[in-house]
């Protein structure tokens, strides 16, 4: 069964900063994965897709890559803005079509 | 406008009372999903469909039931067996399973 894990949960930084939001996934047999942003009490709008044979997409400040053979993702944001501040999503397409997703990291970008 | 209308946005049921959420898309999509969503847990993949007339139990289909009538439309009905049905459902739909899911603004249901 496949299983995504984004680590931390939360982080804080402040306005200015690069960083770099991970996701790992245990079956690397995914057809794409695929970044979400989601603000509080709304659905999720799509970033990012990769598909499996590609190894980063890049829009505007944001950059993903993907590394299927160690089962890895991540989401590079350039100079974070407060209005960065939301829940990050991943999630990988398998077998039937069903998307698996992480809990998610919530970001707070501090003026 | 192309996209996914969820209805409504918030809907209140009584113990006992089945509800039907609606999800309508006019990106003529394939593939239609539900997901539930709770504090800490994360999405949780409930019911999900391919093509019209054919759909597939995800992870926590239990008390919930669905219909792929029309290419368009998706409905999930939360049934009385539903034990603990207060939660933020989302739809989604994809042309396929390799290409890009989009997702309506959710229906945030609670029982009272």
């Known amino acids: 069964k496949q299983e995504v894990t984004q680590i931390p949960a939360a982080l804080s930084v402040p306005e200015g900063e690069n960083l770099v939001l991970n996701c790992s996934f245990t079956?690397?047999?995914?057809?794409?994965l695929q970044w979400f942003r989601q603000d509080p009490g709304k659905g999720l709008t799509s970033l990012l897709l990769i598909q499996s044979s590609q190894r980063e997409q890049t829009s505007g400040r944001l950059n993903a890559s993907l590394d299927k053979s160690s089962g890895r993702s991540t989401l590079y944001i350039a100079a974070s803005q407060p209005g960065d501040s939301a829940t990050y999503l991943c999630a990988v397409t398998g077998a039937n079509s069903k998307l698996t997703f992480g809990k998610g990291i919530t970001l707070s970008v501090r003026p | 406008d192309g996209g996914i209308t969820q209805s409504p946005k918030y809907l209140f049921r009584k113990e006992g009372q089945n509800v039907t959420l609606s999800c309508e898309q006019n990106l003529n999509h394939d593939a239609m999903y539900w997901y539930r969503q709770d504090p800490g847990q994360g999405l949780r993949l409930i019911y999900y469909?391919?093509?019209?007339?054919?759909?597939q139990k995800g992870d926590i289909a239990e008390g919930y039931s669905v219909s792929r009538e029309k290419k368009e439309s998706f409905p999930l009905t939360v049934t009385s067996a539903q034990k603990n049905p207060t939660a933020f459902y989302l739809c989604a739909s994809s042309d396929s399973g390799a290409t890009e899911a989009f997702f309506g603004q959710g229906t945030r249901l609670t029982v009272v």
């Open positions: 469909s391919q093509i019209v007339n054919d759909f």
């Open positions: 079956d690397s047999a995914i057809y794409n």
